[in-house]
Every structure is written in C-alpha cells, then in structure tokens.
Nanobody, 123 residues
Framework: QVQLVESGGGLVQPGGSLRLSCAAS????????IGWFRQAPGKEPEGVSC????????VYADSVKDRFTISRDNAKNTVYLQMNSLKPEDTAVYYC????????????????WGQGTQVTVSS
C-alpha cells in the first residue's frame, strides 16, 4: 500500500534546528514529486517546499528560504526537511505529500499525505 510516515518533530528553542523525515512505502520516490506543507492553528495549510522527481530541483516558500532544505535518500526511500534557524512562526503540524508527476504541482493535486508531525518553536 502507498504510505507516507512523518517523524522528527518536537519542541525546539528559537534559533534551533530539527530534521523531519518522510518515509515512503509501497512506491518508489524516484518517480514522484514530494512536497512539504504545514498548518498552524487557525490558519490555512501552507506550502513549504517541494522536490521535483525530474531533476531534483527544489522550491521553497519565501518564509523558509535559506533556512530549510529538502533532500532525499534513495536507499531508504525517505525524504527529509532540514529546518535551521527556527522561529516561533514556524510552529505548525508538518505534512509530507506526494504525487506521481515529474514536477511540483499545485497543492490540490497531491494524491498521498502523511499523518503529520508537530513542530513547536518556543523558549
């Protein structure tokens, strides 16, 4: 079965770092675009980053550029989101999502979603 499982969230102080993992099973990430999204309480979901399966190119929201990095481990069929210099405004539930396409699509086009992992940035 197709499944995505996020992990790595937790409580971190402002300026700290976390690495989120998205483990995929039931399909090969090599042929799927992968996106990261987040949703803070009372707010709409926000796209954070996406990795194209065509050439590995990445896209980042302006709010996380130069702080977050998306990467993939082919052997583990896992995607990571390295988050540095975290701010309180980064607090949200983070989700990974995927779809069988070469390039990053609109949010509504993603077919599979993980369960989410909570990230809390607070002193």
């Amino acid at each position: 079965q197709v499944q995505l499982v996020e992990s790595g969230g937790g409580l971190v102080q402002p300026g700290g770092s976390l690495r989120l993992s998205c483990a995929a099973s039931g399909f090969n990430l090599n042929y799927y675009a992968i996106g990261w999204f987040r949703q803070a309480p009372g707010k709409e979901p926000e796209g954070v980053s996406c990795r194209s399966s065509l050439d590995g190119s990445t896209v980042y929201a302006d709010s996380v550029k130069d702080r977050f990095t998306i990467s993939r481990d082919n052997a583990k069929n896992t995607v990571y989101l390295q988050m540095n210099s975290l701010k309180p405004e980064d607090t949200a539930v983070y989700y990974c999502a995927t779809v069988h396409t070469l390039t990053c699509p609109a949010e509504a086009e993603y077919d599979y979603w993980g369960q989410g992992t909570q990230v809390t940035v607070s002193s």
